[in-house]
T-cell receptor, first 113, second 110 residues
Framework: SQTIHQWPATLVQPVGSPLSLECTVE??????LYWYRQAAGRGLQLLFY??????ISSEVPQNLSASRPQDRQFILSSKKLLLSDSGFYLC????????????FGPGTRLLVL | KNEVEQSPQNLTAQEGEFITINCSYS?????LHWLQQHPGGGIVSLFM???GKKKHGRLIATINIQEKHSSLHITASHPRDSAVYIC????????????FGKGTLLTVNP
């Protein structure tokens, strides 16, 4: 069966520090991968998606970047965090193609101080 | 105006009651998702539908494409159903993006 992991679960970082959040998927090949952010009081917002290794699409201009160095690994990064980067970050995967259900990871709660 | 509107924003019910959560959207879609988010933050996908009706246990999801409207029903509600229920749509065409509603917070009291 497929599983999706995210770490860390929670993170408190100072403004201006770098960020690296990791997401890995097991039990499937060539999944579509997604990074979402849920800010306090707001709905989920798609940040990035990837349909393959090294293929990243950005949905909104921002202070963050994403990379997919391996088929089942998706990394969310920042060189310098802003206060506005605080939120709940969720990784998700779906089967290759457009029609699959998205399965979400447990999320990372990030607080930038 | 958000492309996906959910109502109500908050809903409190007594155990055993029949629950309905509504979702309206303003764009043409290829699929609509209902998700459940528990207090810890984890999200579970409940349904993905593009027409008609789907049922899983005590949960029923319906969609009316012409009216751009979907409903999520919970029969015989239970306190463990307490969660945020989120509607999300994927617009038509080659588009991986889901647009999310802000969610409905459901609290079921014993």
């Amino acid at each position: 069966s497929q599983t999706i992991h995210q770490w860390p679960a929670t993170l408190v970082q100072p403004v201006g520090s770098p960020l690296s959040l990791e997401c890995t998927v097991e039990g499937t090949s060539n999944p579509n991968l997604y990074w979402y952010r849920q800010a306090a009081g707001r709905g989920l917002q798609l940040l990035f998606y990837s349909i393959g290794i090294g293929q990243i699409s950005s949905e909104v201009p921002q202070n963050l970047s994403a990379s997919r160095p391996q088929d089942r690994q998706f990394i969310l990064s920042s060189k310098k965090l802003l206060l506005s980067d605080s939120g709940f970050y969720l990784c998700a995967w779906s089967e290759e193609g457009l029609r699959g259900t998205q399965y979400f990871g447990p999320g990372t709660r990030l607080l930038v101080l | 105006k958000n492309e996906v509107e959910q109502s109500p924003q908050n809903l409190t019910a007594q155990e055993g009651e029949f629950i309905t959560i509504n979702c309206s959207y303003s764009v043409g879609i290829s699929a609509l998702h209902w998700l459940q988010q528990h207090p810890g933050g984890g999200i579970v996908s409940l349904f993905m539908l593009s027409s008609g009706k789907k049922k899983h246990g005590r949960l029923i999801a319906t969609i009316n494409i012409q009216e751009k409207h979907s409903s999520l029903h919970i029969t015989a509600s239970h306190p463990r159903d307490s969660a945020v229920y989120i509607c999300a749509v994927r617009s038509g065409g080659s588009n991986y993006k889901l647009t999310f509603g802000k969610g409905t917070l459901l609290t079921v009291n014993p």
